[in-house]
């Protein structure tokens, strides 16, 4: 297997570690003005999931871990201690699928638990579509939460990688609005990036005149994301685009590892999150 695939699987896997012990950090998020809640003072929340929001580009056959951040106050208890099955809506059932899931994580910030949820997602065919909730069985009974908005565009990967991913790709970022790409040309034409799609609210939000990667040449470079995460109603935003390029005269699809921001979270943020879903 290609070293640089094995990295990249290695990568996904210590995401789910990530999304944890920056669970500290400090980001703000919601323009939507909070309540004043006295610090002694306990907000009763039950399972709650923090909202993602997303670009997540998906080959067909690829798994790929998502992770879902939840919370729950300390005088509730956890309902995900067994989770009997899980199930997404009818609109997600034609292009993607649950192949495993699990719970891992037991950060507490303030009054606050804080797990992940982590759904190994599988591509099946061709289409876009979102994860808005989810479905979960446990044995207080069947239901459904609300998880935000996590685009997922599954589309036909190329085998062969003339374009590959360079020495750096970060995986995780704070809210800054740039996305940053590292590009290795390993064929013996040169490369022509055409487009990075990726899309949030239905824009395009990483707009790019093409350029030029020259033989055995790596690239790298800051897109500025048309997005405001300051004024996003979700915690957590994703974007995994997909490279169209032109190696001569055939065209391809790069997918590189996504790009997590905004993963601090704050017991401000939380109880923010609270009065957001009321």
Known sequence: MNIKKILFIILLIIVSIFLLVLLTGQITFFNKKSKSYPTNVVIPISNTFLPINGSYSLGVGEETPLNFTYIYSS??????????????????ENSISIESFKVNGRAKIGKYHVKNLVLNIVGK?????????????????????????????????????????????????????????????????KIVINKFDAELGGEQVLNIKPFVIDVNKQKEEEVPIKFDFQKSPYAVTVIRPSIHYSDGNKQRVLLPPPTWYGLGITEDQIEKTIEYNN
């Not at 989770?83 to 997600?92: G, T, V």
């Open 125 to 189: 065919s061709e289409g876009k579509t979102a994860i808005r909730e989810i479905t979960i069985l446990t044995k207080s009974g069947l239901k459904k939460y609300d998880v935000g908005e996590l685009g997922i565009n599954v589309i036909k990967d190329t085998s062969d990688k003339p374009l590959e991913v360079g020495n750096s790709y970060p995986i995780i970022r704070g809210e800054e609005n740039n996305y940053i790409y590292s590009l290795q040309n390993n064929s013996s034409n």
């Open 75 to 92: 005088d509730k208890k956890d309902f995900f201690t067994k989770i009997d099955s899980i199930m997404l809506s009818n609109e997600n």
